[in-house]
């Protein structure tokens, strides 16, 4: 089935840093195209970051590029999402995501505000 984790998220001023993890297990990891997605309230979900299975090419979302950098370490099946220079808008629940794999983690919130 698969299960995804994601931790990191948190409290953090206009500016400020924040790191995402995902921790996967119960499938391939190294075989997936892996994905961060953002959603708030009321709002779709939306694709912020993907990154290859070998770690090769990445492509980000217009509103995050030169901010956000997605990496990989397949030895720990675990995919992060470096976040820099955050703004209020970033707020939301983020989720990671194994492309053409249906199951989803519980999100990690973040928040961006003064």
């Known amino acids: 089935q698969g299960h995804l984790v994601e931790s990191g998220g948190g409290l953090v001023q206009p500016g400020g840093s924040l790191r995402l993890s995902c921790a996967a297990s119960?499938?391939?990891?190294?075989?997936?195209?892996m994905s961060w997605y953002r959603q708030t309230l009321g709002k779709e979900r939306e694709l912020v970051a993907s990154?290859?299975?070998?770690?090769?090419?990445?492509t980000y979302a217009d509103s995050v590029k030169g901010r956000f950098t997605i990496s990989r370490d397949n030895a720990k099946n675990t995919v992060y999402l470096q976040m820099n220079s955050l703004k209020p808008e970033d707020t939301a629940v983020y989720f990671c995501?194994?492309?053409?794999?249906?199951?989803w983690g519980q999100g990690t919130q973040v928040t961006v505000s003064s």
């Open positions: 990154i290859t299975s070998a770690g090769g090419s990445t």
């Open positions: 119960g499938f391939a990891f190294s075989r997936y195209v």
């Open positions: 995501k194994a492309a053409g794999r249906t199951n």
